[in-house]
């Protein structure tokens, strides 16, 4: 960010220690206290300033040096270099004990905005953010002396009403607002006038001023505006820009009540029509003349931005001004609605002008926020606007890091709004998605509070496959990216009869080309599957390295994670069955980023347990789905987490106790299909590899099998021999190769706990399957959670310890 000289100086400030400083500030102090303090004590002040700002610690000086800094501040004989160093290391020390600095009866405005810089920056300790308030105003309402100037006032301002607004009387806030008002009316139409320097060759003559010029180079026939162009500008002109600047903190502060409504009994088109016409605006109250004046400006600025500027810097301006003068209006509009009309009427005009320009997309945010502010009341429809907002910007411009942001805190900070009046917002979540999957950890906060307005039982479906398939957006949006920059000639499209060899080829290629469009879609399409992604996911593996991609997977857990729990609140027991479902399916259809896939698999299995607790009838609802599921001996393998919170549901939800649908014949069919399995995993073959399963998988499924025998006694002969071989299993060769010793005893501990549990049918019935009217009582909770202890205690009274007598 420095530069190498920069880097040393600063380096050198901050090894400077404390006793080093102490003397450097004593000779500081001697320069100042001379004649006149000149270039050397400049110089001085000016190290001394880099010494104490070039730390985050704050760096002491004396107090009798402190105080000498105030009073060469206050010095009329101090030089203004010297002032203002003086008053910038009094800033850097803040909040300073030592200080005795008033403004109280300071006249000359270049000192008072110096002090008041000071004592602004003391935390308003003593009420110095009031005290400089009152003088600041004081001094404006007065008439200012010769070579005087409200310039350096108008900024110490602006930073009070920013700390203190209540700082200032009501009094007050009407002479400034009248001194605003007529600040951006009243400030002179021609240039200024450059002094001469009064040299040899300098004209004795005086040159007449130009007049301003528009930013096409026309000259103005209207009001100076901060879009007037000159070369050199007048005392007003500055004033003129700096109130506009402040205008629109002030006018929220202090501009009025909000609400202000047009009198009931007259008719719209008269409102409208007092509206425009010129009141004696000399008559009015301050604050109703101040708002005219600022919307009189603000048309006047939307107008000039309609001219074509002849310096691209102009252009920029434009842009901003325009932004600052719609937020304005609506300010305006919400404190008195009698403009609303006028502005309705304007700024759909401007936004008819402006949507087709690409460079005026941040412009189209204030005018969609002074719409969904002001639509219900001026009974105009908005949708168009908001049509356009959320289909074309977000697919054109995603990649502008800046206008994503703004984008995003626009429809957060508006979501309510929308979600109660425009049903365009929900539907457009694809399109506001593409802001994330290209800025993924900027905008991640902003999501994370979005994320529940955009959704409702219509829109969760469709929302939780773009979850996971964000990456793949990420990659797709990339790919769009590199074909628009390419050569018109190298744009054709492709021979479908060709292979495509490149994602860039893919994109152009007819038998991807639908695949991208559904993936790149501007707005909801829940009739439209997202099956035929799966090729185009193994396409884009060519970019699962891509660092923006890799970025934006590391965002889905965390927004998953948010989607299940908002769902939980409100969702139904069909909308629980698809999202289970679809979250079977989904675990074999996600983009190959290995770190991603686990992530997701983590939070895929623990929301599972959390979708069978608020709906345990699912198990035996979607019983064919999870038999496929679970009876697959591969899903151990690659998604051991989801695998095994599937069996575990199945063992805790399968039971009359949840469902009275529930019947022996499924149990068995979903013992047998365990059991299936867990004899696959565990079967000691000679000649096979022993596949190497997660301990955790083995025991669940133990666990599982022996809670459905207890539920279903003829099971229980089945089971207690299948676990009376573990301990075979355990102490063979190719198994103690495969588990560490510590795995190996905990499956053996859990086998033989459930083996001695199920030697008392009666307890592992109450244990296992709880009465109805017991499922849910504080007693069977309380057996749920000790069930380890349980299992401890009946494996210590089966297998009494040597020595023990059984009573």
């Keep these: 960010m420095f530069s190498a000289a920069a880097e040393s100086f600063l380096r050198q400030a901050r090894e400077i220690h404390e006793e080093e400083l102490r003397r450097f500030a004593g000779r500081v102090s001697a320069l100042l206290q001379g004649p006149e303090p000149g270039a050397e004590a400049a110089e001085g002040l000016r190290r001394l300033h880099l010494t104490v700002a070039a730390t985050k610690y704050p760096r002491r000086l004396d107090g009798k040096f402190v105080e000498l800094l105030q009073t060469v501040l206050c010095s009329p004989k101090s030089p203004e270099q010297v002032q203002v160093l003086c008053a910038a290391i009094l800033r850097e020390m803040s909040p300073c004990n030592d200080l005795i600095l008033r403004c109280d009866e300071i006249q000359d405005t270049k000192l008072l905005s110096l002090v008041s810089s000071v004592l602004l920056a003391q935390g308003n300790k003593k009420g110095e953010v009031a005290a400089v308030g009152q003088r600041v105003v004081k001094v404006l309402e007065g008439r200012l002396p010769e070579g005087q100037s409200a310039l350096l006032l108008l900024p110490v301002l602006a930073n009070v009403i920013n700390l203190s607004p209540e700082s200032l009387t009501e009094e007050q806030t009407d002479a400034v607002s009248r001194k605003l008002a007529d600040w951006l009316r009243y400030a002179s139409t021609q240039q200024g006038i450059v002094q001469p320097s009064g040299g040899f060759f300098s004209s004795p003559r005086t040159k007449q001023p130009a007049p301003v010029t528009e930013v096409d180079g026309a000259i103005a026939t209207d009001f100076f ?164 907002l959320f289909t074309d910007i977000p697919a054109q411009l995603f990649h502008n890091p800046s206008l994503a942001f703004e984008f995003v805190q626009f429809c957060k900070d508006n979501s309510q709004l929308f979600t109660d009046t425009s049903s365009i917002f929900r539907q457009s979540f694809p399109n506001l998605f593409k802001f994330l999957a290209w800025n993924s950890p900027p905008l991640i906060s902003e999501f994370v509070d979005l994320l529940p307005f955009l959704l409702d039982a219509g829109t969760a479906i469709e929302i939780f496959h773009l979850l996971l398939d964000l990456p793949c957006l990420t990659a797709a949006l990339d790919i769009q990216l590199r074909a628009a920059a390419l050569p018109t000639s190298e744009k054709a499209t492709s021979d479908p009869a060709v292979k495509p060899a490149t994602c860039l080829e893919a994109f152009r290629h007819p038998l991807y080309k639908s695949t991208f469009q559904y993936l790149l879609r501007t707005k909801s399409a829940p009739e439209d599957t997202p099956e035929s992604l799966i090729p185009l996911r193994q396409l884009l593996g060519s970019l699962a390295g891509n660092p923006r991609v890799v970025q934006c997977a590391e965002t889905v857990p965390v927004l998953l994670e948010l989607f299940f729990r908002v769902v939980a609140e409100s969702a139904d027991g069909s909308l629980i069955n698809q999202l289970v479902v679809l979250l079977l399916q989904r675990s074999d259809q996600l983009y190959e980023i290995p770190t991603f896939k686990d992530d997701v698999y983590r939070v895929l299995s623990s929301q599972l347990a959390m979708l069978c607790k608020l709906h345990p009838a699912l198990v035996v609802e979607l019983s064919t789905e999870i038999l496929e599921f679970s009876g697959a001996v591969s899903n151990i393998q690659s998604k051991e987490p989801i695998f095994t919170h599937v069996v575990w549901a199945v063992g805790e939800y399968l039971s009359v106790s949840y469902d009275k649908r529930c019947t022996v014949e499924q149990i068995t069919r979903f013992f047998e299909t365990l059991e299936a399995v867990l004899f696959e995993i565990t079967q000691l073959r000679p000649l096979a590899s022993t596949p190497s399963c997660a301990p955790r998988a083995i025991s669940v499924l133990m666990a599982t099998l022996t809670k459905l025998a207890a539920r279903s006694q003829d099971l229980i002969p089945r089971v207690s021999m299948f676990l009376s071989k573990m301990r075979t299993f355990v102490q063979s060769p190719a198994v103690t190769s495969v588990y560490c010793e510590e795995d190996l005893e905990e499956i053996l501990i859990r086998a033989t706990e459930l083996m001695n549990l199920l030697k008392m049918p009666s307890v592992a019935q109450f244990v296992f399957n709880p009465p109805m009217d017991a499922a849910s009582t504080r007693l069977q909770r309380e057996v749920n959670d000790s069930l380890p202890l349980a299992l401890r205690m009946v494996t210590h009274l089966l297998e009494p310890a040597p020595g023990c007598t059984p009573v």
């Design 225 to 388: 505006t901060v879009l007037s162009v000159g070369q050199h500008y007048t005392q007003d002109q500055w004033l003129n820009v700096q109130a506009f600047s402040m205008l629109r903190n002030w006018l929220l502060f202090y501009g009025g009540q909000e609400g202000k409504a047009p009198n009931p009994g007259m008719d719209r088109s008269v409102t409208s029509m007092v509206s425009t016409t010129s009141t004696s605006s000399r008559l009015l109250p301050p604050k109703e003349h101040l708002r005219e004046k600022a919307f009189e400006y603000c048309q006047r600025l939307i107008e000039q931005s309609t001219r074509r500027p002849l310096k691209k810097d102009d252009g920029d301006l434009q842009r901003a001004c325009l932004i600052e003068a719609v937020t304005i209006m609506d300010i305006i509009c919400k404190q008195d609605s009698s403009y609303m009309y006028r502005a309705v009427s304007f700024l759909k005009i401007l936004h008819g002008r402006i949507c087709g320009d690409a460079t005026y997309a941040r412009a189209l945010l204030p005018i969609a926020q002074f719409f969904l502010n002001h639509s219900k009341l001026a009974a105009v429809d908005s949708d168009a606007i908001y049509k356009h």
